[in-house]
């Protein structure tokens, strides 16, 4: 099984503590349903700098999930929360240095 880094993009904080509690109800699900999949679930992303360029999209997110294959671990990704919300989830299999 390889790593795959699920990095979140966009979405956005919920005005509202009742809707804080929702979203969050929303990704405690999502969580349970990877299940094992699950190597560290992350933590969003506060303030954050990009050197050196890039596409201006923010990450706002991340996770590191275990799949047998890129084509899983987009499978996976298909029921995150984030895309619900207008979002993207970026995955890159980790590479063994």
């Given amino acids: 099984m390889a ?5 979140y993009h966009g ?6 503590e009742e809707e804080r509690n929702e979203a969050m109800a ?3 699900a999502w969580a349970q349903e990877l299940g094992s999949h699950v190597i560290d679930f992350g ?3 506060g303030e954050s700098r990009n050197v050196g360029g890039g596409n201006g999209s923010r990450a706002t997110g991340y996770s590191l999930i275990e ?4 084509d ?24 063994a240095m």
């Fill in 3 to 7: 790593k795959y880094l699920f990095v």
């Fill in 72 to 95: 899983e671990a987009e499978q996976l990704a298909g029921g995150c929360p984030i895309l619900a919300a207008g979002g993207t989830v970026e995955i890159g299999e980790t590479l």
């Fill in 26 to 28: 929303k990704w405690g």
């Fill in 43 to 45: 933590a969003p992303i």
């Fill in 67 to 70: 799949a047998g294959s890129l």
């Fill in 11 to 16: 979405g956005g904080m919920a005005a509202t």
